[in-house]
């Protein structure tokens, strides 16, 4: 029979190499986008719960308080964890200055950037009010909730340049550790592991100074439940590691080149 609903099947173009049309590899493309960025929130939200939480909640427990030690640790093994189980997704950033950092060194498409800085900032904001109700759970107050400060809200009564000089070295060198651990010509397999002890040994450092940003979403995500201070003095804690980042894109950016 002929007639206008008597249509023969035909099956969808493919190029002539054989390859998927292009309209599949956009959805392609699509998907992996949004698995980046849903890995980098997941990320993200787990290094603010697990390293914040371990300050508020557990480094002044009474007798078996694990302190700035156990807190450094927590932090790097945040980063060496999800650098093993969702690093091959997203690349394991978990903090806007990396992101910027490695654009600016080259590594990531400028297009790629805002996601991951959004996704990022949402996983911390997630985790921030996580830790919000798990730590008033007992009646308690929040305190300084992990927040960055300099001045009277440093953990060491530090000055606004200390905090800026310490930011903005300690992001420096996250960076550059971070380009050369995942450099091709690095040793493979390892990298997950420097990153995060160098994060360890960076809070280990700079804990009495700031309480250890070099991070934006951090801050961003214990700011916005401390408020006031917090607020006040978050500028530095967004803009110094975004310029410590990316001094050490720069500086890669001449080692790599001929």
């Not at 969808?12 to 849903?38: D, I």
């Amino acid at each position: 029979m002929k007639g206008k609903d008597n249509k023969k099947w035909r099956p969808e173009p493919t190029q002539k190499n054989g390859a998927k049309p292009k309209s599949h590899m956009s959805r392609a493309k699509r998907l992996n986008t949004m698995k980046k960025n849903v890995a980098e929130f997941i990320g993200t939200f787990w290094l603010v719960l697990g390293g914040c939480g371990s300050a508020v909640l557990a480094a002044g427990f009474p007798e078996i308080g694990i302190g700035l030690v156990g807190v450094s640790l927590a932090f790097g093994l945040t980063v060496l964890t999800i650098a093993y189980s969702l690093g091959h997704i997203s690349g394991a950033h978990l903090n806007p200055a990396v992101t910027i950092g490695l654009w600016v060194g080259g590594r990531i498409s400028a297009k790629e950037v805002l996601p991951y800085i959004l996704s990022q900032i949402l996983g911390g904001i997630a985790a921030a009010g996580v830790l919000y109700i798990i730590v008033t759970g007992n009646g308690s107050e929040i305190g300084s909730f992990a927040a960055n400060g300099y001045g009277e809200p440093s953990p060491g009564g530090y000055s606004m340049t200390a905090a800026i000089l310490t930011e903005l070295v300690m992001t420096f060198m996250f960076l550059l550790i971070i380009l050369g651990a995942t450099d091709e010509k690095a040793p493979k397999g390892f990298a997950g592991l420097s990153i995060g002890l160098a994060l360890t040994l960076i809070h280990l450092i700079s804990i009495p100074v700031t309480n250890t940003s070099v991070n934006p979403a951090r801050s961003i995500s214990q700011a916005i439940f401390v408020g006031g201070w917090a607020l006040s003095q978050l500028w530095l804690f967004i803009v110094i590691p975004i310029v410590g980042a990316a001094l050490a894109g720069l500086v890669y950016r001449y080692f790599k080149s001929k």
